[in-house]
């Protein structure tokens, strides 16, 4: 196993990710406590000590699953990460009633790694709202030892970011983002780790192979691959990927099954990061697997300036790309309209046409709009 300096200590460059557990067949999503016993001691001795759980996942169950396995080894074996939950606002009225619950779940006495969850634009001024006092809590549990290193993750656009990291940048020592390289564009991560860059903080990765859609590629898409890297899976080519990001400590994997952590224990055996001309076959592949349901928007922002109602034109249509070319965005996409003022939603376009006038790319902005507004109304589109 691959081992980071992180401060003082070292960690495994690949995490178990705890939010696909193993469930019980016909049980309605029970966890599978055998099989996840298994899992646990095969990444423990595979050389894995970073486990990544959350207040919500598994329906709230993942901390205590987690946390009764993980109590059947010596403390010092694992690093166990778990998150403020923020993307509900009521939970702000709790913070302190959850952070103990969540030591009991996990059956510590500290958080090795605590972060901020979600870091987004219907949270931000929560996070950063002084008189609710999150910030002042956690900052206080570091200073106590119940948290030895803070940080956050984020699914959040760039400006929100920033906003996080204006205000407390200088405490976070990790950010966890959604890194791959189908979203080195299409969920725009290059800006994110540039960002991150800018502050010197260390990036954890989450969603590496996309939910498994890297895993499995398109065969005329696997074939490119296995020309440059003949011996290398799906999977691997993601793995290593990342492996070129040199601030990059942790990779968490939702991994479900022993077979997946068996693989990704051998990939994580040793760096063999992708080349230059490797990753820009991935991009290329990247383009090709996009173009058909996405649009060829670059941000330029010329549209902007002459929307009437002040849409964000090019955020817009990203979040209509992701939509588009994952069947539905998964959460992140009605998160982020969910967000939004309802006179800056897609739905608020009044079809005047005046962006299309000066977009280099002809975008056809105002169908892409009422578009959008149906798909996401769950409205028939006209024929």
């Keep these: 196993m691959i081992y980071k300096n992180f401060r003082e200590d070292k960690i495994s460059a690949l995490g178990l990710g705890c939010m696909r557990f193993p469930t019980v067949e ?21 050389g894995i000590n970073y486990f990544d759980t959350a207040w919500a996942y598994h329906g ?18 694992y690093r166990i990460a778990t998150k403020f939950p923020g993307y509900d606002l009521s939970h702000f009225n709790r913070i302190e009633e959850i952070f103990e619950e969540q030591l009991k779940r996990c059956r510590v006495d500290y958080f090795d790694f605590y972060l901020f969850h979600n870091v987004c634009e219907s949270n931000i001024d929560a996070y950063l709202d002084e008189d609710r006092g999150l910030f002042k809590f956690l900052s206080e549990q570091k200073r106590r030892g119940r948290i030895k290193h803070l940080g ?10 920033r906003r996080f990291l204006d205000a407390y940048g200088k405490d976070m020592e990790f950010c966890q983002i959604q890194l791959n390289w189908l979203d080195w564009k299409l969920q725009d991560a290059k800006a994110k780790v540039e960002l991150l860059r800018e502050y010197n903080i260390p990036v954890w990765v989450m969603e590496p192979v996309r939910g498994g ?8 898409h696997s074939a490119l691959l296995r020309e440059a890297r003949a011996e290398a899976s799906d999977a691997e080519w993601a793995f290593r990927y990342i492996q070129s990001f040199p601030e990059v400590i942790v990779t968490l994997s939702g991994m479900s099954s022993e077979e997946q952590i068996s693989e990704n224990i051998k ?8 080349s230059d001309k490797e990753t820009a076959l ?53 998160m982020a309209i969910g967000a939004m003022p309802e ?3 897609p739905s608020a376009c009044i079809g005047c046409r005046r962006c299309e006038s000066v977009c280099p790319q002809n ?21």
Excluded: W
């Design 213 to 220: 859609a890297l895993a499995r590629l398109q065969p005329e």
């Design 26 to 46: 016909g049980s309605g999503g029970e966890v599978d406590m055998d099989a996840v016993r298994r899992l646990v001691k095969l990444a423990l001795d595979g």
């Design 282 to 334: 991935l991009y290329e592949i990247a383009a090709k697997m996009t173009e058909k349901d996405t649009l060829p928007c670059t941000a330029c922002r010329y549209c902007t300036d002459y929307c009437p109602r002040g849409l964000d034109i090019p955020h817009i249509i990203q979040l209509y790309n992701e939509y588009s070319y994952s069947g539905g965005g998964g959460f992140l996409v009605p």
């Design 60 to 77: 709230g169950r993942s901390e205590r699953v987690i946390g009764e396995v993980l109590s059947e080894y010596p403390r010092e074996s």
């Design 343 to 345: 006179d800056k939603k």
């Design 152 to 161: 956050f993750s984020t699914h959040g656009r760039i400006g929100t970011v």
């Design 267 to 274: 990939t994580f055996s040793e760096e063999k990061p992708t």
């Design 363 to 383: 975008i056809k902005i105002s169908e892409m709009m009422s578009s959008f507004a149906r798909r996401l109304a769950k409205e028939p589109e006209d024929d």
